[in-house]
């Protein structure tokens, strides 16, 4: 017998939420802390582990701002010089409440750090020096560094990171050590990072690089010390040489990335928020200017659920937040209105280095991130917006990823259940 999709979706009776938020990055992780704190319930909803896993080896805020400028000032200066930027609809105070809300998160053990409220410069896998705000507890070595007495460790194997290319841009040595071979047939992030984790695997690590040591006293890994406990491998593996170790950040995919995320999920199922991973929104339920709730494919079914209040956190290009289609930039779930170049010629500058006007399109919303035209008319009453789809920012170029996502993921969800429904 055929079953009609139309009568599958009279089969389920939808569940129904405060909030149901569809992304799982970190605008979408932190909105749902912020929903569960103030006692919503919630669901979460992702077609997989969002950008954490591939890029958030630290927490940029503002990249851009001059050297030795404390934040909260330049900050505030780089509102009032853009004022369609994400961080212009919130201040410097409430911005500073959503990184203490995700600084709560973490454990004593591996948490992230300041350097005296200023960004910081932390090297990377590429040999160079970036500025962040916030950086692991297992990278904070890497902000004094002692070029003479460092020595950049690779693996044999690992082709994400080239130890002897990172260590002449340092300046320094470099160490190459061969894994154990009964450790796995392919070197992966992954597998690395899980290797960590085994007292033999350190053992072997720290005598064959003991062998290669000459006085260092400062020793740069890839940022794979573990999955679950980095701090105490990177305490272990000092204890056994006597060095200060520290990570260096590399190409995706990002492990301490996948430590936030892992985290976020941990602390949110504890708390009873309802995680749902692996599938795509199929469809919105709209009715007039509000939308009823969501159906999810679960093949060969479609299961709906309701709620009061929807909060979008799908990203950008990567996540299919937007896509590009037939010379025009579309938002695929609301089809909301999208702010970008009025032709796909306009999307891109002549040199690459420049700025891309592409970089700033996005989904419009007012001061609480509800989605709104051109003109500032409300779209959907019960919908908001936050992270990276939002107008007004270059991410990327600013360094502010992470900032604007903790920031408008947080307040998003806040505006959202302070409003009546």
Known sequence: ?????????????????????????????????????????????????????????????????????????????????HPTHPYAKLDWERIEEAFSKFLSIFSEEYGFESEKGENCLIP??????????????????????????????????????????????????????????????EVTAIAVARWMERESFREHLAREIKKEMKGESQLGFPALLGMRDPSGVKKDLEERMGVEVFEIPILPPSIPGLRIFRRFKEWLIQRGVTILLGHSVSRPILRGKRC???????????????????????????????????????????????????????????????????????????????PVDREGHPILENVWVAGSILSGHSCIQEKSREGIEIATGYWAARFALATPI
């Open 292 to 370: 009823q709730g969501i159906e999810v494919s679960h093949p060969p079914l479609l299961q709906p659920y309701s709620g009061d209040r929807l909060l979008l956190a799908t990203g950008r290009f990567m996540s299919g937040g937007l896509k590009a289609e037939q010379g025009k930039i579309v938002e695929p779930i609301f089809d909301l209105p999208v702010l970008q170049p009025e032709s796909s010629e306009g999307w891109f500058s002549e040199s690459f280095f420049d700025t891309h006007p592409i970089h700033y399109s996005g989904i419009l919303t007012d001061s609480s991130f509800r």
């Open 124 to 185: 990377t896998g590429a040999g160079t020096c970036r500025p962040t705000y916030l950086f692991p507890s297992t990278m904070k070595p890497a902000i004094s560094l002692k070029r003479q007495e460092l020595a950049v460790v690779g693996l044999k194997g690992f082709k994400d990171f080239y130890a002897p290319y990172a260590a002449g841009q340092f300046k320094c040595r470099s160490i190459v050590i061969s894994p154990p071979a009964s450790s796995a047939p």
């Open 1 to 81: 017998m055929v079953i009609k999709e139309s009568e599958i979706r009279n089969r389920w009776e939808p569940i129904h939420y405060d909030l149901i938020i569809v992304g799982s990055g970190l605008s979408a992780l932190m909105a749902a802390k912020a929903a569960v704190e103030m006692g919503a319930k919630v669901l979460l909803i992702g077609k997989g582990t969002g950008s954490l896993c591939l890029f958030s080896n630290t927490i940029d805020l503002l990249g851009n701002i001059p050297d030795g400028t404390k934040i909260p000032d330049g900050l505030r200066s780089w509102i009032e010089d």
